[in-house]
């Protein structure tokens, strides 16, 4: 029997700066481009301010909702959120800002937590430090600037990856997922993926360029959320079925400069019942781990943070013999790049 879930699915680009903090366009124009690159939903996260909210405001332009979230920066441990209006000043011990987040509702999201500085670019280390604290929704596992930076080892590659800005993000970092792989191990972590879009020119006497615009960073990492019904209708109503996918890990990472495609689905089956991604159930007999795939790619299956296995289609159905925490990664093309990471499904003992 097939239970192949009714979600309905919706593309996020998220971690995105305007000029409110250090990027270099307007709401407005980001909005415009989000259109162009098919953007659903746009998830604006400046630094410390929620600006956009009130200039131009949350709402629909044209066929891009826009949401209006943060990037809470402390000098290091940056932490993305949305849905919590006041925000927490980031001068203070970072749990206190975790909590004042969650006690207003809010989600929060570790941003690039193995960012690693760069010397060329004389870039700090923006990583995370208080690996100790928890009681925040998730982690970034992909970030494309902070990854795109890694590969600037020097002038000619760095004016490689300038002139290449889509080629050598394959993959997200090793270390990111086995770090999600830990923390979900502890409790369930919510895997996104996101831009740091900044759109910044940079310039050597009169030639000037942008790392990157707007319109081709927001076609790199995406975060699929999967709603129980279609957006459209009341502002707070489509808040609230966004914020639940996310909350609930009913999401997965999306490269979407590898391919746009809709149409993934992950679940467990029983003989009369069906668990999304990100679900929480409790083990038994005949349970079957189910997923269809829009194209042909390479199904790698993670048990426990390890490849349990991995096969070619377009279907997955496999039963699932103890419990573990499964997800799947979706490798496609010649390359094998990675295209998608979604959330997993914690099967309990
Ligand atoms: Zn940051
Ligand atoms: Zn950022």
Known sequence: MNRSPRWVEYSMALHVHSRYSDGSGTVASILRDAQKAGVDILGLTDHDTRQGAVDPGEGWYGRTLLLVGAEVTPPQNHLLTFFAKDLPHPD?????IVQQIDQQGGLSFVAHPNDQGNRTLRLPSYRWT???ERGFTGLEIWNHLSHWTDGVKGVPSGLWRLL???????????EDLALWDTLASESPTVGIGGIDAHAVPIGWR????????????LRTIRTQVFLTEPLGGQLDRNRDLIKEALEDGRCAIMAH??????GFRLWVESSDHSWPMGAELKWQDALRLKATSPVMVTWSIIRNGNVLLAKEGYFLDLPIEKPGIYRVELLRGRQQRGWLYANPIYVRD
Not at 92 to 96: A, I, L
Not at 164 to 173: K, Q, T, V
Not at 257 to 262: A, D, F, L, M, Q
């Open 130 to 132: 208080e690996r100790l």
């Open 206 to 217: 009169r030639v000037s360029i942008k790392v990157f615009p707007y319109l081709l960073s």
């Open 92 to 96: 203070q011990p970072w749990h206190e």
């Open 164 to 174: 290449n800005p889509l080629r050598g993000i394959d993959r997200p970092r090793p």
């Open 257 to 262: 400069h590898v391919g746009g495609e809709k």
